[in-house]
């Protein structure tokens, strides 16, 4: 490193400033944390235990809120809704690790062509995802109209105007959006396995689909595991998409607990159950990061 | 023929042989073709749309190319294109992203990755409680902190400006990155910075004349991480800008969902195309620095 300039101070000023730099350093991040997060966070919990409407009142009232939301149907709707989604959200990873495989089989020319187009939508804004598939799901003129010309008369794919079938509409931009980020993801994971464990294979001459099933992909498990905690933060983060492309809509069908919490803080100006919902959804990310270790734990163990 | 695996990497062959059978290639890469026909398809949609009339698109030939292609919807779009609040078209969006990234930009790079630097080399009491904190503080949903933020920053008297949002995003972040730029660090060879540190090189002195110059990639894959995702933000707009302060992501979706009039779908297109031009840019040409960001800032939020 010899490009690199090195300043040699002869004598060590000892003011507080250059002692105690490094914690100096240290010291907004720490605020931050302690008071933007962990701060706001117990405020909102706290706020879930009031009646607050426009303005916070520290007037506790008990569980008042969460029976609200236990008795509201688009609250349980938007909780079904999540579940629909972070399963269907499954399918990106599938297909990530299917694409992976391929181009790790096929050693084609071009990889970094197919690549770079399967991972573009990761660039580009959800709102701008959910606009796009909104319109190729318009029924007149979008995906439904051509396959109909095309003789397919009875085609039904207006999934965005039907209650039932519009989530499967937002999953489908969804794994578009994200597939080519669980390719690299698995990509990367597939490099991993060492080169002896392939060669053992072919001179036990077992099949390849066997080898994926029972070998490949228990050893990566770590992979997966990773990629659940993110898909299923992605689920519990989702909203822009849904903005974009339903507005929750039609009749709550594709309303997700994240849009349901800030439609109640912005349009419904009540604080408490906004706060009430969030603390839902953090739990719901606190059950998730615990028991993910312990189900790796499990097949650990398993394993060995 | 079997090769043992010394010989086989000293003769530096592959380690997976590719399918001998040219069949199985010729599908899995038509399998491949047919996976980028249909991840290019939306692109390829948008892009034809914006360059068709209205009355071409009623036609209801969603991937026909346009007949007469015009810029007429992009010219809408940028300039004239109503959101509700008044008929500027996106460019005041762009502007106010702009205004948006730069300072949060400066702001999270600085102050995490000084933060990190001192996690990585210096002693600092309780530092390794920091760093569970903001592991923690990594996974709190968005929408549970959202609130008292906007009563802090409406307190600061920085609510509905671009400067709130940027100073909303630089918070949101501060845990990532910090970690990011603390492993990263963590793996310089401690030798350097010892005898910076025995030279009397001081903690800014070091951290400016030692560490940066051998941070170059670190800089730039977070960089591209920060500006993809500030670019490509919607909540955080929406909720602590306002009409003089939206980014180009709300601006879009109020223009797209006006409901005074007929849905002028080439002039959307046209729109979203503008609105992601500028990360799609950044992606084709970082190429494997973007896939890094990515990957590294997937825990964000």
């Not at chain 1, 228990?218 to 998409?241: C, E, N, Q, R, W």
């Amino acid at each position: 490193m010899s490009h690199t300039r090195v300043r040699i101070h002869k004598a060590e000023r000892q003011s507080f400033l250059s002692k105690h730099a490094a914690t100096l350093a240290v010291l907004p991040v720490f605020g931050i944390a302690l008071f933007f997060y962990f701060g706001s966070a117990i405020w909102s919990i706290v706020m879930s235990f009031t009646a607050s409407k426009f303005f916070p009142d520290y007037a506790f009232v008990g569980l008042r809120q969460y029976s609200r939301l236990a008795d509201d149907s688009l609250w349980s709707l938007s909780l079904q809704n999540l579940g629909v989604f972070a399963l269907g959200s499954l399918g990106s990873l599938v297909l990530g690790f299917v694409l992976a495989v391929l181009l790790d089989e096929s050693k084609v020319r071009g990889e970094g062509f197919f690549r770079t187009v399967y991972l573009y939508p990761m660039a580009v804004s959800l709102i701008i995802t959910g606009l796009v598939w909104q319109w190729l799901f318009n029924p007149g003129l979008g995906l439904q109209q051509f396959f109909r010309d095309l003789g397919l008369t009875d085609f039904d794919f207006n999934w965005v105007g039907d209650k039932h079938k519009v989530m499967y509409a937002v999953i489908l931009a969804s794994i578009w959006q994200s597939a080519g980020f669980y390719m690299v993801l698995c990509s990367a994971g597939l490099k991993g396995i060492d080169a002896e464990v392939w060669q053992a294979s072919r001179i036990d001459g077992i099949p390849k689909y066997r080898m994926y099933l029972e070998v490949i992909i228990p050893m990566m498990s770590f992979t997966f595991l990773t990629s659940f905690v993110l898909l299923s933060i992605g689920a519990v983060k989702a909203y822009d998409i849904i903005v974009a492309m339903t507005n929750g809509g039609p009749g709550g069908g594709s309303t997700l607990p994240a849009y349901y919490i800030v439609d109640a803080y912005i349009n419904r100006r009540n604080i408490a159950l906004g706060a009430a919902g969030s603390t839902v959804l953090l739990l719901i990310v606190a059950a998730f990061l615990i028991a993910m270790p312990l189900i790796n734990l499990a097949l650990n163990r398993r394993k060995s | 023929m079997r090769i043992a695996p010394e010989i086989r990497s000293a003769l530096a062959l592959p380690n997976r042989i590719p399918s001998k059978n040219p069949v199985s290639r010729v599908v899995i890469f038509l399998i491949l073709l047919a996976f980028a026909v249909l991840f290019a398809v939306p692109l390829y949609v948008m892009i034809v749309t914006s360059l068709k009339s209205m009355d071409e698109i009623r036609m209801g030939h969603i991937f026909a190319l346009p007949v007469n292609p015009t810029f007429e919807a992009w010219d809408i779009a940028w300039n004239k294109a109503s959101s509700g609040f008044a008929a500027h078209g996106l460019k005041s969006g762009f502007w106010n992203s702009v205004a948006i990234l730069v300072p949060s930009l400066l702001m999270s790079v600085a102050v995490s990755s000084i933060c990190g630097y001192a996690l990585a080399f210096w002693k600092v009491r309780f530092g390794n409680v920091l760093l569970s904190l903001l592991l923690v503080c990594a996974f709190i949903p968005f929408p549970i902190i959202m609130y008292p933020l906007i009563k802090i920053t409406a307190a600061l008297k920085i609510y509905n400006t671009s400067f709130g949002v940027s100073v909303i995003h630089t918070i949101l972040a501060l845990p990532i990155l910090t970690m990011i730029f603390r492993n990263y660090f963590a793996s310089i060879p401690l030798d350097l910075i010892k005898a910076a540190r025995i030279d009397g090189g001081r903690f800014l002195g070091t951290f400016w004349h030692i560490i940066l110059p051998l941070s170059p990639n670190i800089l730039i894959v977070v960089a591209i991480m920060q500006i993809t995702g500030i670019w490509n933000d919607f909540l955080v707009g929406l909720t602590f800008g306002n009409v003089q302060a939206y980014p180009m992501t709300v601006n879009l979706n109020n223009i797209t969902q006006t409901q005074t009039g007929v849905r002028v779908y080439n002039v959307y297109m046209a729109a979203a195309m503008l609105t992601a031009i500028p990360p799609l840019v950044i992606y084709f040409l970082s190429g494997r620095l973007f896939i890094r960001g990515i990957t590294a800032g997937a825990l964000k939020g």
